[in-house]
């Protein structure tokens, strides 16, 4: 069950995705969600806070995922690895709408505490990488020590263009395949393709 501050949280961000922030209205934020205006007031005072909150909720997401990732002592740094990309992709696939706010917001960011909140994960992320690359380093499970942010780039550049372009792709394919049928393809092999990637700019070998 969700609560009422996560309903309003998640109607919200179906209509800033949609039609931006501008263009979204408290009312029709209220009717998306099924409750009385004042809710808004009550659980965040404006529709600024509101949209800063979702951003705030969406962001720890990724934090929490990662800071787990990285204090696992079962499975070894190239494995770390790919669980950040799995989790990463899976993020991208299952909240597009979040996504397309956010890529708005890289373009057109505006609010202060937003652009805060994309710098803080955005070094969270540097800095994950950055652990698991010392680590994989030092153990010899990685033999090559490429720039972290060209290694951050190479992951979230690549999902975030697919992620645009995919129903161009689909088209190209001539893919007559019902959205989530094509999703569930196309995210499997982008996946693939992104490990590969990070296998050579690393210089991983899974049978070292």
């Known amino acids: 069950m969700i609560s009422k501050?996560?309903?309003?949280?998640?109607?919200?961000?179906?209509?800033?995705?949609?039609?931006?922030?501008?263009?979204?209205?408290?009312?029709?934020?209220?009717?998306?969600?099924?409750?009385?205006i004042s809710m808004i007031s009550y659980y965040f005072g404006s529709k600024e806070k509101l949209y800063e909150k979702l951003v705030e909720y969406r962001m720890n997401e990724g934090q929490f995922f990662s800071k787990d990732i990285i204090e696992r002592t079962d499975i070894n740094d190239w494995e770390k690895v790919e669980k950040i990309v799995d989790q990463f992709a899976n993020k991208v696939r299952h909240h597009k709408c979040f996504y397309r706010i956010m890529q708005r917001e890289q373009l057109h960011a505006e609010n202060p505490q937003i652009v805060e909140f994309l710098k803080e994960t955005k070094m969270g992320f540097l800095t994950m990488y950055s652990k698991i690359l010392e680590s994989g380093l030092k153990k010899g499970i990685f033999t090559k020590n490429p720039p972290i942010y060209l290694l951050h780039s190479t992951v979230s550049g690549t999902l975030f263009y697919a992620f645009n372009a995919k129903e161009m792709y689909k088209e190209f394919l001539n893919d007559t395949n019902d959205e989530e049928v094509f999703d569930e393809k196309y995210y499997t092999e982008l996946n693939t393709h992104i490990k590969y990637l990070l296998k050579d700019l690393l210089g991983y070998e899974e049978n070292k």
């Open 5 to 36: 501050e996560e309903n309003i949280l998640f109607a919200a961000e179906i209509l800033f995705a949609e039609k931006g922030f501008e263009g979204t209205s408290t009312r029709e934020i209220a009717k998306a969600a099924n409750v009385n």
